[in-house]
């Protein structure tokens, strides 16, 4: 039951982002918050626990870091509203903070969770990959297909940042970025 409640709030996901980049059908822009609450349903039905005390505070407190990050580059990286409630073509892509670092850092944060919810919780390893899987076939999609037609400046931003894989050059640069933003705000 846990696995396709997975695989359906990863369907949702899809459809949000289809209904994005063609219809724009104001109904299905809940297809992204009823795929959160889904997948979230989905892994904590699939935690079997059983693990010893330590490994679960040690890995409870680092899921916690990785679910603080997804939850940052979901909503607050950038205007949420811009990228959820709008439905417009010409937003301007994020390029800065994590988004400096790869272009889809959520994948990197979700999967970590999900290692975490294994080594502390019990998750099926199966359900690591499977929701790893679906994550990077959800980018791909919206890296080839809705982002270059929705954000302006993508295809730029394509070229200089990595897709998934952070190089040594996105670290500097979301280092840079961090460090400008820490200077303009003091």
């Known amino acids: 039951m846990g696995h396709l409640l997975c695989v359906l709030a990863f369907a949702l996901f899809f459809l949000g982002d289809a209904n994005d980049w063609r219809w724009g059908k104001a109904a299905l822009r809940l297809c992204f918050p ?7 349903a989905a892994l904590v039905l699939l935690c079997r626990g059983g693990r ?51 272009r889809h850092p959520g994948v ?40 270059p037609a929705k954000l302006a400046g993508y295809d730029a931003y394509r070229k200089r940042t990595p897709f998934l894989i952070p190089t040594a050059e996105s670290i500097r640069a979301m280092g840079q970025d961090l460090r400008e933003r820490t200077q303009h705000r003091g």
């Open 34 to 40: 009823a795929g959160l609450a889904l997948l979230a």
């Open 52 to 102: 010893p005390l330590g490994a679960a505070v040690l890995c409870g407190l680092l899921g916690m870091l990785f679910l603080a990050l997804l939850i940052h580059a979901l909503f607050f990286a950038f205007p949420a509203e811009e990228a959820y409630a709008r439905q417009d073509a010409g937003r301007p892509a994020c390029t800065r903070g994590v988004y400096a670092l790869c």
């Open 108 to 147: 990197l944060w979700l999967a970590g969770l999900c290692l975490c919810l294994l080594g502390g919780f019990g998750l099926p390893f199966f359900t690591v990959i499977l929701v790893t899987a679906l994550n990077v076939g959800l980018v791909a999609f919206e890296d080839c297909r809705v982002f």
